[in-house]
């Protein structure tokens, strides 16, 4: 009886810490500002985390912004989360803000990313298979490489390829513009088996939607394999600890990035419903993404956000 008294105080105790937790934080945590750079697989990733934040009782106002503002946005306090962290494509973002302090890493949220220059399989079947080969096949690209919004790191890398004529690229030119436009460019061309040099990475639908490979040699620019990173601001993690759990805890895989993208595209849903369709058919990731998590009254989160599906 004495053990079975012990037992319960424990777990009265924890109950009673975890929603301490959660009531310790400060009132201006009630409302989770996550930063959105416009891109497929974030929109998938905030997706994920608005229907969790949601449901253990948070508010969420989602912000669309080039990266460089988001990262300012952190810094300033105006954005308080961020989960598209590219890395290395974002290095020097990373080292600006990050490494010195300025923001905080919260943690890893997916691994093994590619992220770099593409080409459709018929363009690397015939011979372009690294940057390298791209200007042995010019014409064929008409000089160019499409890219996505102005400002996006990756383009700056590529910006910084063409300035320094690595890969005898000088006379090249990037073509920037949203990511929806660079892959309607990219189907028009795989429409006409025409080549197009794009920037391409994974997780996302266009790597079932066309036939593509990743080239090989921009490795001192965009890195052999990445990983993506959540950021807060400075303190965040601290100031709103039971938020903090929660986004330690984040971690999402290619495949359930890519399943719910294909969805959204195939099936014509809206990004909220793949995502709820997504988590209803695999509820058991919500129990590891909840573990030392409350919802912000104090309560069950794992009961309170499968409520929500």
């Known amino acids: 009886m004495k053990t079975f008294k012990t037992a319960v105080t424990g777990s009265l105790l924890l109950a009673t810490a975890l929603a301490f937790q959660a009531h310790a934080e400060d009132a201006s945590c009630a409302t989770v500002k996550l930063g959105d750079p416009g891109w497929s697989d974030i929109a998938v990733t905030n997706g994920i985390?608005?229907?969790v934040l949601d449901g253990l009782g948070y508010k969420v106002q989602t912000q669309t912004l080039g990266v460089p503002i988001i990262f300012a946005g952190l810094q300033k306090g105006q954005?308080?989360?961020f989960l598209g962290?590219?890395?290395?494509?974002?290095?020097?973002?990373?080292?600006?803000?990050?490494?010195n302090g300025k923001v905080d890493k919260i943690a890893e949220n997916l691994s093994g990313t590619e992220y770099t220059l593409a080409v459709p399989t018929y363009a690397y079947e015939a011979g372009v298979k690294t940057f390298a080969d791209l200007e042995k096949h010019a014409d064929k690209f008409g000089r160019k490489i499409y890219?996505?919004?102005?400002?996006?790191?990756?383009?700056e890398s590529i910006k910084e390829i063409i300035a320094a004529n690595e890969f005898g690229l000088k006379d090249w030119t990037l073509v920037e513009s949203s990511e929806q436009a660079m892959l309607v460019q990219v189907g028009r061309a795989v429409r006409r088996d025409e080549f197009v040099a794009f920037l391409g990475w994974t997780p996302h639908p266009m790597n079932v939607q066309y036939d593509m490979k990743y080239l090989k040699g921009g490795e001192k620019y965009f890195g052999e394999s990445g990983s993506v990173n959540t950021l807060a601001r400075k303190g965040y993690a601290a100031q709103c600890p039971n938020v903090g759990k929660l986004l330690s805890n984040l971690k999402f895989t290619q495949e359930m990035e890519n399943a719910i993208m294909d969805t959204v595209l195939s099936k014509q849903a809206s990004n909220d419903q793949a995502v709820k369709d997504w988590l209803k058919a695999n509820p058991e990731v919500i129990d590891s993404w909840l573990?030392?998590?409350?919802?912000?009254?104090?309560?069950?989160?794992v009961a309170a956000v499968k409520a929500k599906l």
């Open 49 to 51: 985390a608005s229907l």
């Open 79 to 81: 954005v308080d989360v």
């Open 85 to 99: 962290n590219w890395m290395p494509a974002q290095q020097a973002n990373h080292d600006k803000f990050v490494a």
């Open 147 to 155: 890219g996505i919004a102005s400002g996006a790191p990756a383009n």
């Open 291 to 301: 573990e030392g998590v409350t919802t912000r009254d104090g309560g069950d989160a």
